[in-house]
């Protein structure tokens, strides 16, 4: 089992930057790969980007791809998800996810999912 807590959502005026955490605790934080997915209101989930359990290899979302930056701590047990030149668009609820497999964007491929935490970006 692993619990995933995510922090750092809030409210930010567009260009403005924000830092998600992920505390991670059950199972061996390097054993497994994770991502962080996206959900705005009336929207389907989407991917955002993932990082594989070494951190050696990163995946981005086109949307986010030369703003966002996810990383690891694995002796913290976090991944992080650094936002910078935030968007009106980039508002929505975060997750963090957890995949005991290969790194991937397919949010149906994860096993474990935090409670998630909102990102509000003003114009």
């Known amino acids: 089992q692993v619990q995933l807590v995510e922090s750092g959502g809030g409210m930010v005026q567009a260009g403005g930057s924000l830092r998600l955490s992920c505390a991670a605790s059950?199972?061996?934080?390097?054993?497994?790969?994770m991502g962080w997915f996206r959900q705005a209101p009336g929207k389907e989930r989407e991917f955002v980007a993932a990082?594989?359990?070494?951190?050696?290899?990163?995946y981005y979302a086109d949307s986010v791809k030369g703003r966002f930056t996810i990383s690891r701590d694995n002796t913290k047990n976090t991944v992080y998800l650094q936002m910078n030149s935030l968007k009106p668009e980039d508002t929505a609820v975060y997750y963090c996810?957890?995949?005991?497999?290969?790194?991937?964007?397919?949010?149906?491929?994860?096993?474990?999912w935090g409670q998630g935490t909102q990102v509000t970006v003003s114009s």
């Open positions: 996810a957890a995949n005991f497999g290969v790194v991937t964007t397919n949010g149906n491929e994860y096993d474990y």
């Open positions: 059950g199972r061996p934080f390097s054993s497994y790969a």
């Open positions: 990082i594989s359990w070494s951190g050696a290899s990163t």
